[in-house]
DNA sequence: AGGGCTACTTGAACATGTTCAAAAACTTGG
DNA sequence: CCAAGTTTTTGAACATGTTCAAGTAGCCCT
């Protein structure tokens, strides 16, 4: 993240694009936290940062966009936070609960504001819901979490289910977030504790599949998930 | 219903007003679905009315409101559409899957604009939100016919996995609804599959915690899904 | 240095959801 | 039927996200 006097060759962005670019950006998200989304205009951002309104919108496309990377910001965060939990954690239960545990804490500030981002994610025609083409890679990544999760640990799963494993892991995080945004419970204590229980609950059922009754129907989920995905 | 010319005692609502209410309200809806949710002003609402756009107002707080009328209207639909599936099926398949296929078709000339409907979902602050104290009543509308969908059925289950059943049921139904909304294949094919074979593997899930190991686990689910609700 | 190119910046104008004070229409008690 | 009160209706004003034509600044090539 150099700023030199010198064009930045890539794209066609300058350093001192770059550098306007995270003014506002940074500017956005200190109100977005200090007094809620909704209460934050473009005006106020633009004047808060010392730059007229259009110039945000030269780097932003919208509003929502702001939000879009606040969000990236915070994969990036939760990427780091979890990297020494997956160095030091071999069973399934604790390598899934501290990535999840990890997550609740690098977005806690963004707690009360989050409701508003998560409100694109059931909006299939907003580029930032997270089940959109435009997300892929965030998805993706966030996919590559659970890959690690699940095959650093000492679980041993049928290959089908295995496979699948990681984008389920991911849609129980989808899951989490949304419980996480509803909770107004003080200090997330309910989330907390969802996450506590139900990943060990997670972990008995998983290893239930080699029970061959439980197998089965097993196979049959992971078909059925599979045949469904588009 | 009835619409006389004596003045409706209930509330201050006269039945000239419930007229231009309803007047507004179909209109909304009828240009909703025909050009999408976020095309129809409120002006060209208001215009099409014939009325002023702050009359539209004094009915009905929001846009989003407007909304929100139409979700009760369907509830309504449902519910009516549901009544000879829950006297005609015994099976728990046979229920479960009529009362969900009766809620796609219900919604189904909404499918376009639905998305944006339940963008408002996710949202933790707005009173539409179905999980909000304010949708209480419609929730538990909602529940009540999976409460109904158990309890004519064959099912045979322990008794606190069958107290907690229809509104487990009733989350397995937001969550083919936020499938719903993201499925753009033809005919909604994907979704009607997904119910086709989701339930089945539901009941045999169900029918599964006979046996003690499958049991002890569904026990702990339950204990964590009480534990956990506000 | 100057011309040309690109990147950047501006602020006024626009679109649309929402509010509100005032007017109109209606109802009711006398 | 009138006066007082209530409900309904209006339309202009407001707030805020967004667009865009025009201007400015920096860089590069000759």
Known sequence: M??????????????????TRELILSTALRMFREQGYGKTTMRAIA????????????????????????????????????????????????????????????????????????KTAADPNSPLSPFSEQS????????EIFRQVAEGSDLKLPADLR????????????????????????DLRRTTSLVNRAVPLVDRLLRLTRLPVVRGIATDIVGLIKAVKP
């Open 163 to 186: 496979a699948e494993l990681p984008e389920l892991l991911w849609l129980l995080e989808m899951a989490v977030v949304l419980f996480w945004v509803h909770d107004k419970s003080p």
């Open 136 to 143: 892929a890679p965030a998805r993706e990544a966030g996919i």
């Open 2 to 19: 150099e700023v030199t006097t010198l064009t930045d060759v890539t794209d066609g962005a300058t350093a001192k694009g770059e550098q």
């Open 47 to 118: 004047g808060e940062a010392g730059v007229s309104v259009g110039n945000a919108y030269y780097y932003f496309g919208s509003k929502e966009h702001l939000m879009q990377a606040y969000y990236d910001l915070l994969v990036a965060q939760h990427r780091e936070a979890v990297e020494p939990i997956l160095q030091a954690e071999k069973s399934f239960t604790a390598r899934m609960t501290g990535v999840l545990l990890a997550w609740l804490e690098v977005a806690a500030p963004y707690h009360e504001f989050a409701g508003t981002f998560f």
